[in-house]
């Protein structure tokens, strides 16, 4: 594949605070290895050859890691620091110039998911809008109650998938977008808002695994599923 991979590096990680006081986010580990790496490998698996790590907040540890990393040969791995708090379309304004003009794939660090990524490319390309975002149905962190009438609770539901469509990463991007882009940007809000009203944005449906380090909630199950040799994203790695 010849398209850049841009990967947002750059967060504070706030919400998993137990790991990262003294380690970027995407350092957190899965397995064994950061996430960062898992992310890497799920790219290179499928023939993606170039990165572009957006870093910020303790930037110089994943420039170490990146060159000690273990991951396959032949891959140019570029860290660039793009401020300590720039927000994320802001990262990516900020290494616009290395995209060379050309058409590039876009994740952030700490999702992992069994995607095809040879058909969301595929699927970008022939659609011909400037902008593609894979959107997932999470599995919801809580049961529901299912409620008859006003007040009769007829049943709960545990934890069941959700039945709408949220951002999960993996973007597809014509080098158009780079023009909805400032440094004080936050990808998902102003840009994807005015992709969409100009009508330069469609969903790539990705139904497999999809899972977010959040929390360190969602860093135990990541690991669990890794270590009991179920993580459906090891494939791809």
Known sequence: MNEPVVILCGGRGTRLREHTQTIPKPLVEIGGRPILWHVIRIYAHQGFRRFILCVGHKGELIEEFVRGNGLPEGLAIECVQTGEDTPTGGRIARVGDRIEGRRFCATYADGVA?????????????????????????????????LNGDDFVAGFVEKPQFDGWINGGFFCFEPGVLDYLAEDSILEREPLESLANDGELRAYRHTGFWDCMDTYKDAVLLNDLWEAGRAPWKESA
Request: glycine share 6%; hydrophobic share 50%.
């Open 114 to 146: 069994d995607i095809d990524l040879r058909a969301l490319v595929d699927f970008h390309r022939d659609h011909g809008a400037l902008a593609t975002v894979t959107v997932v149905q999470p599995q919801l962190q809580f049961g529901v109650a299912r």
